[in-house]
């Protein structure tokens, strides 16, 4: 069942969309998916289409990063909580890499979401709203 959620998310990635999964019981989304609701513990959840839109709640840089994503360092990756609920740990654009504790970007700030490609992999991307 696990690798089934994964692979549906990735394979959903890959095609652009940024999927999660909702309880019917207590309508908690789940992102990125899991097996279980993290409410109520119900195992039958449904595929649903997220919104893309969250806020941008704290972010770091990363200069040494491992694997592919050293073509792309230094970037921001950051803590972000979606419309939907789900806070999400991710890749974020559009903030203050050089300084991140100058403080010209009062958090949280509002953001969207893009599946890009980092090397051979599907990421989800935050972009934050200026």
Same mark, same amino acid.
């Given at each position: 069942m696990a690798e089934l959620i994964v692979k549906t998310y990735y394979d959903n990635l890959k095609n652009g969309k940024l999927m999660g999964l909702k309880c019917p019981k207590c309508s908690t989304h789940s992102f990125p998916? #899991?097996?279980?609701c993290n409410k109520c513990g119900n195992p039958d959840l449904s595929w649903v289409q997220m919104s893309g839109e969250g806020k941008i709640n704290v972010y770091s840089v990363l200069n040494y990063p491992g694997g592919e994503f050293q073509a792309v360092a230094p970037y921001a $990756?950051?803590?972000? #909580?979606? #419309?939907?609920?789900?806070? $999400?740990?991710?890749?974020? #654009?559009?903030?203050?890499?050089?300084?991140?504790?100058?403080?010209?970007m009062k958090l949280p700030v509002d953001a969207t979401a893009k599946v890009e490609k980092v090397g051979t992999k599907s990421i989800v991307v935050f972009y934050a709203k200026k």
């Open positions: 998916p #899991k097996g279980t $990756f950051g803590l972000v #909580k979606m #419309k939907e609920g789900p806070v $999400f740990y991710t890749m974020v #654009k559009g903030v203050d890499l050089d300084d991140p504790w100058k403080g010209n």
